[in-house]
């Protein structure tokens, strides 16, 4: 079994900062790509930032220079460091990752269970 599980959330006054942990564990031969979706209430899912492992990134428009997705591979945990947070980046973040279980196995996507980031204005 492979698990997702994301910390870190909470309540915020605007203009803060929050650090979003996701820590995955199990069976796991190789983490590929990982991201952190955040969905709205009443709006779809939305991609936020993609890390893959070999370190490169990239973010969806709204949140470019405010936050910054990290991993740590040996310890399997990616990271989003949120800054000068506003009441739109409300919303509950999930993680996901492409995992491969073996040396012969394919990659399957997995996700986190969703931690809550609510942004006080």
């Known amino acids: 079994q492979v698990q997702l599980v994301e910390s870190g959330g909470g309540l915020v006054q605007a203009g803060g900062s929050l650090r979003l942990s996701c820590a995955a564990s199990?069976?796991?031969?190789?983490?590929?790509?990982m991201r952190w979706y955040r969905q709205a209430p009443g709006k779809q899912r939305e991609l936020v930032a993609t890390?893959?492992?070999?370190?490169?990134?990239n973010y969806e428009d709204s949140v470019k220079g405010r936050f910054t997705i990290s991993r740590d591979n040996p310890k399997k945990i990616v990271y989003l460091q949120m800054s000068s947070l506003k009441p739109e980046d409300t919303a509950v973040y999930y993680c996901n990752a492409d995992i491969s279980r073996g040396l012969l196995q394919s990659r399957h996507r997995y996700w986190g269970q969703g931690t809550q980031v609510t942004v006080s204005s």
């Open positions: 890390i893959t492992n070999g370190g490169s990134t």
């Open positions: 199990g069976s796991i031969f190789n983490i590929y790509d």
